[in-house]
């Protein structure tokens, strides 16, 4: 047996074609091989497992529930990855906070491994994504923890994996056994996804061709836009009677005459700018047997956002190929490059985060047209370039000699992230800003295989494989940003008297792995494996740089073995499987021993690492917190159980799995002693336990021969059930962040105020040793609200916060049918996910304006979304405005609300037209056609990571998309 390119490093390699042949097999002859786990040779007899690639297709054919169906990937109008994997497997729960195009989007796993706190925390869970074996490298921490914020990373904060060339994708698989997990080691510790692109020779016809066009628009329907007097009469409502209503307000909603604010609104006309049009366009030519084969990939593709006139494009090239220079010896090389390119959006808090300064928010953007004209063009002199490029690829050699194999294959993934931004003086308080960045990300990895395969007696099997890698990954930015700049027409840091500041900073990340796989198979009765792999990383400190992670398997086939006469039962398999994995740690700075970062203490308040020495300075306070000695490796024990079965020749199948994932040694900062002058010191010991179940059905209802009807039904469901387990130093509890962190509860719970009404009068407030209850030592009146106090102290405060609401579902799933006649198809897909919550905070900013319109932050900032009624609820108490108590503060569950949802998420009709030389199929499409939810926001879906809905995410656009498919 042959073995092409070790594209698939620490797992299976995969076979070309039996040892006598001396032929390259196309993939489509390898996705056709039998069933069983065994390869029969030309001669019948058993020459080598059964490959990742080739169970891959395989599982892809039979409905896996772990496989993407491609088909609906390819008739998709979706850019990115995350966007085509919604409820298509069970445990994957992908959130896509804003419907912008090419902004990023979080997929979690069988729940999260961290809290989510920060957006960085957020990263720090994502599955880890392969191509042909290699994986994509992403964005380190520094890219948010550099700003004094974290709404958007430095650069171009673009969606890496919106650059997959979709269309030259072959299978999708999730792949979640701790076993699979163990032989890809650290970087998969959260999962992965594994992608195979088509082969230098894909069989059948040598030329596709594929094209659609899309019409897109708004999903939330008309627009009700509102002007000041609309919300002049808002807050009338929150002041006692008799006020004079003008002394409180702010200037903009005083003078009634004022026709930029108190006319007709017409903002909406140009920010929403739907329908609009998309195309994606592929190509592709394949050729050659033998003893060499290529194929040559080339696709474009645009999608456009629903408002404020986002759109993301990009142009892949992809090349293949695959040569025998000598019998036994293959050799393959897979070049994959992406150049894309953004135009974000053009909130105000996008650009105040960014330039870090904020001028007044006194006055915001008027909702009638001309006054939204005038806004509109000042930005018409603004810059905002982002541009990514991506290259990835590798060489390998791979060598067969009788029951011997070896391999050696180089990786390599390269990333650059490009943005440069301007904005003029007119928009600034007569002075402009510029910055520009520029960054790469590296990835090299060299590896080796060399394995052996014993077949015993009576259908015994042994297979021995020792594996090792390298990996150095290298992470590097320039960042240049200047203030003052004295000339509108010069847009760049190398003039225009800007004062400038600039940043520059590298990571460089070593990984080194070796492990020794052992598997074990009787005839097809019963399998099973052991993992030994030693791991070492430099971001672990010196003392703690290896850790071993052992793992093992067993799988027993209950038909084979037992039932192999009732004809019914098609399969039936018990398996277990249990692995422990290592976790990277976020950043190097771990890594380094005793440091500290102070802020506020800089120019423009910017971070300052003040030392690495181990003693502290006059630099205080130490706001990122202490990291002492001993940090070590973190690691992930899993485990899981479950069965596959399949009846009646496969027409009907069933998969369950049970599964319990344990993060240990986690890092959390905890609270200490103001006096050491810093806010906290990370502490290894957390512990976070994710259990659930999985539950995967697919059914084909009706199989009519020949063209007549086929019917085919798919659905899984996933339950998920987190909770901290355990906290450093025996702590039962720690508040980070304004969230609480409890043993024996979820890591994802909000922290907040129970709401009971208000208090209509005076007397109704409750009354301990003759003092009225207080809030902050400010005595409670009527009008304020009623807040529960759980301790009886007759003093709201912190202690009488609960946890309460999830950010994550507990539950997720999705549903897919199929109905086929003749050439139709027509077929429809939903997802669902139940039992999380949402903190409206745009109902906060809303309702919280007496507080809010004092101050210049983020929270305060007014954008002209602002002025659109329908997404904030109008029936929450309306409490007394002049309240010195914060009535409207935003920790209360006053703004908690179920998000639960189902989504039509499409539905296509197919045709394929008869032709004699060529294969072509139409299709017209809808996608996101409709919502079903309580959720009194935009959709649902536009929740952010960590449970707010901010009202920033741009909705997901509904969209019809007519394509068409063809070979020859």
Same mark, same amino acid.
């Given at each position: ?13 995969y ?5 006598g042949?001396g032929e390259?097999?196309s993939v ?7 069933k ?10 058993q ?8 169970a891959?297709?395989r ?10 169906a491609m088909m609906?990937?390819y ?5 990115s990855?995350?966007?085509n994997?919604?409820g298509?497997v069970?445990?994957?729960?992908v959130?896509?906070?804003s ?8 997929m979690f ?6 809290p ?6 957020a990263m ?6 392969y191509?042909? %074996?290699?994986p994509v490298?992403?964005n380190?921490?520094y ?5 004094n ?6 650069g171009?904060a673009?969606n890496?994996?919106?650059?997959l060339?979709?269309?030259n994708i072959?299978?999708i698989e ?5 076993y ?6 650290p970087l998969?510790?959260n %999962? ?5 692109a088509?082969?230098g020779?894909?069989g059948?016809?040598?030329v596709?061709?594929d094209a659609?066009?899309?019409a ?7 627009v009700?836009?509102t002007n000041?007097n609309d919300e ?10 008799g006020?004079d209503l ?8 005083k003078d009634r ?8 609104p017409g903002?909406?006309e ?6 609009q049009?998309?195309?994606?366009v592929?190509?592709?030519?394949g050729?050659?047997k ?5 194929l040559?990939s080339?696709?474009t593709a645009?999608n456009e ?5 986002t759109?993301?494009s990009?142009?892949n ?19 994959q ?9 053009k909130?105000?808090?996008d650009?105040?985060a ?10 915001p ?10 806004y509109?063009?000042y930005l ?11 290259i990835?690829?590798?060489l390998s050699l ?6 011997l ?9 390269y990333?650059?992230?490009?943005r ?10 007569s002075?402009s800003y ?10 090299f990895?060299?590896d080796?295989y ?8 009576n259908g015994?099997r042994?297979?021995?494989?020792v594996?090792?890698s390298?990996?150095q990954d ?10 003052d700049?004295d000339d509108?027409?010069k847009?760049?840091?190398?003039? %225009?008297g800007?004062?400038l ?12 792995n070796?492990?020794l ?10 399998s099973?494996?052991v993992?030994?792999?030693y791991?070492?990383?430099t971001?672990?400190q010196s ?5 071993f992670t052992p793992?093992?398997q ?7 073995s ?10 039936l398999?018990?398996?277990?499987s249990w692995?422990?994995?290592g976790?990277?740690l ?9 440091q500290?970062t102070?802020e506020n203490?800089g120019?423009?308040?910017?971070w ?5 020495n181990?003693?502290?300075t006059a ?5 990122f ?7 070590k490796?973190?690691y ?5 159980v ?6 009646l020749?496969?027409r ?7 599964y319990s994932n344990?993060?240990k ?5 905890v609270p200490?002693?103001?006096?050491f002058?810093?806010t906290?010191?990370y502490?290894q010991?957390m512990?976070i ?19 007549g009807?086929?019917?085919s ?9 987190n ?5 450093p130093g025996g702590?039962?509890?720690t ?8 043993? %024996? ?12 009404g208000?208090y ?5 407030v409750?009354v ?6 207080t809030?902050n030592?400010?005595?409670m ?10 301790n009886?102290?007759?003093?709201i405060t ?7 609401g999830?950010?994550l579902?507990?539950y997720?799933g999705?549903?897919?049918t199929q109905l ?16 999380q919550?949402?903190?409206?905070y745009r ?5 919280d304006?007496?507080?809010?319109d004092?101050?210049?932050n ?6 002209i979304f602002?002025?659109q009624?329908g997404?904030?609820p109008m029936?929450?108490?309306?409490y007394?405005?002049l ?6 503060r935003?920790?209360q ?19 394929s037209v008869p032709t004699p030389?060529?294969?072509v ?5 809808g996608?996101?056609?409709f919502t ?7 959709d649902?879906?536009?929740v952010d990571?960590?449970?707010y809905?901010?009202?920033?995410g ?12 063809c070979?020859f």
């Open positions: 047996m042959l073995y092409v390119g070790n594209a698939y490093g620490m797992r299976n390699k076979p070309m074609s039996s040892a042949s390259l097999v489509a002859k390898r996705g056709s091989l039998k069983d786990s065994l390869r029969q040779d030309s001669a019948g007899g020459k080598g497992w059964f490959s990742r690639y080739e891959q297709k599982n892809a054919a039979l409905g896996s529930p772990d496989s993407v609906e990937v008739r998709s109008p979706y850019i990855l995350q966007q994997l919604k298509k069970a445990g994957l729960y959130q896509e906070p419907g912008e195009p090419g902004t990023q989007q979080a796993l069988r729940g999260t491994s961290v989510l706190f920060s957006k960085v925390d720090s869970t994502q599955p880890a994504v191509i042909n %074996g290699v490298i992403e380190r921490a890219s948010y923890s550099v700003k914020n974290d709404v958007n990373p430095l171009t673009t890496l994996l919106a650059g060339h979709l269309a072959e299978s999730v792949v979640k056994d701790p699979e997990l163990a032989k890809l080691g998969a510790a %999962g992965a996804i594994w992608i195979v088509r082969d020779y894909k059948g016809p040598n596709t061709v659609s066009l899309t897109s628009m708004a999903s939330n329907g008309d009700r836009m000041a002049r009469n808002f807050r009338a409502g929150f002041y006692p009677e006020t003008d002394r409180y307000l702010p200037a903009y909603l005459t004022d026709p930029m604010f108190f006319g007709a903002w909406a140009d920010y929403y700018n739907t329908p049009l998309q195309y994606n592929n190509a592709s030519v050729g050659g033998g003893i060499a084969n290529y040559f080339v696709g645009t956002g629903m408002a404020d006139n759109d993301y990009k142009y090239i992809d090349f293949y190929l695959n040569m025998m220079p000598v019998k036994g010896l293959t050799v393959s090389t897979i070049l490059a992406v150049k894309a390119s953004r135009s974000r959006n909130t105000l808090r650009r105040y960014e330039m870090e300064y904020f001028p007044s928010l006194a006055t953007v008027p909702p009638t047209t001309e006054g939204a004209g005038i509109d063009s018409s002199g603004t810059d905002d370039k982002n541009d990514n490029m991506a990835n690829g590798s791979n060598y067969v000699w009788k029951a194999r070896a391999g050696l294959s180089v990786k390599f993934d990333e650059t992230d490009v440069n931004a301007f904005w003029p003086s007119t928009m600034m308080e002075m510029v910055s520009n960045y520029s960054g790469y990300n590296r990835r990895i060299g080796f060399l394995g052996y395969d014993w077949d015993m007696e015994h042994l297979s021995f494989d594996n090792g390298m990996d290298r992470y590097h930015y320039n960042y240049s940003k200047g203030y700049g509108d027409n847009h760049s840091t190398k003039g %225009g800007f004062e500041f600039n940043f520059l900073d590298q990571e460089e990340v070593h990984f080194m070796s492990s796989n052992i598997a074990y198979r009787w005839k097809d009765y019963l099973a494996g993992v030994l792999r791991d070492g990383a971001t672990v003392n703690h740089r290896w850790l793992a093992a067993v799988q027993w086939s209950i038909k084979h037992l039932l192999e006469n009732v004809s019914w039962l098609s399969r398999d018990l398996y277990g692995a422990r994995v976790r990277y976020p950043s190097d700075r771990y890594g380094m021993g005793p500290y102070s203490i120019w423009s308040g910017s300052i690492p003040s030392s690495y181990q003693y502290a630099t205080r306070p130490y706001t917190g202490w990291v002492g000695f001993g940090v490796w973190p992930a024990d899993k485990a899981e479950g069965m596959r079965s399949s009846w020749k496969d009907l199948t069933l998969d369950f799995a049970f344990r993060d040694d986690l890092l959390v900062k200490v002693a103001h006096e002058g810093y906290g010191q502490k010991g512990e336990t994710n259990r659930g179940v999985e539950l995967s059905l697919t059914g084909k209802l009706i199989e009519q021969p020949g063209d009807w086929q019917w039904v798919g659905a899984n469901f996933a339950f998920n059930h909770e901290l387990s355990a906290l702590l039962q509890q508040e980070v962040d304004g969230r609480l962190l409890r043993v %024996g509860e979820a890591v994802d719970r909000f922290y907040v105020l129970q709401n009971d208000i209509q009068s005076d007397a109704e409750p301990k040793d003759g003092k009225k209850m809030v030592g400010v005595e009146k009527a009008g304020d609200p009623k807040w529960v106090d759980r009886g102290d007759n003093k912190d202690e009488d916060k609960v946890l309460k999830h950010s579902p507990k997720t999705g549903f897919s086929k006649f003749k050439r139709f198809d027509l077929g429809a897909s939903f997802f669902f996910a139940a039992g919550s949402a903190m409206n109902a906060y900013q809303q309702y304006f007496t507080t809010l004092k101050g210049d983020l929270a305060g900032v007014k954008e602002f002025w009624s997404n904030v029936d929450y108490p309306r007394n405005a309240s010195e108590v914060h009535p409207y935003a920790d569950d006053l703004y908690l609300e179920k998000v639960s949802y189902l989504k039509l998420r499409s539905i296509t009709l197919g045709y030389e060529h294969d199929y139409v299709y017209v499409s996608n996101n056609l079903v939810s309580k959720f009194s926001g935009d649902p879906e536009l990571f960590d449970g809905y901010r009202g920033y741009m909705g997901i656009p509904r969209s019809v998309t007519l394509g068409v498919r070979s």
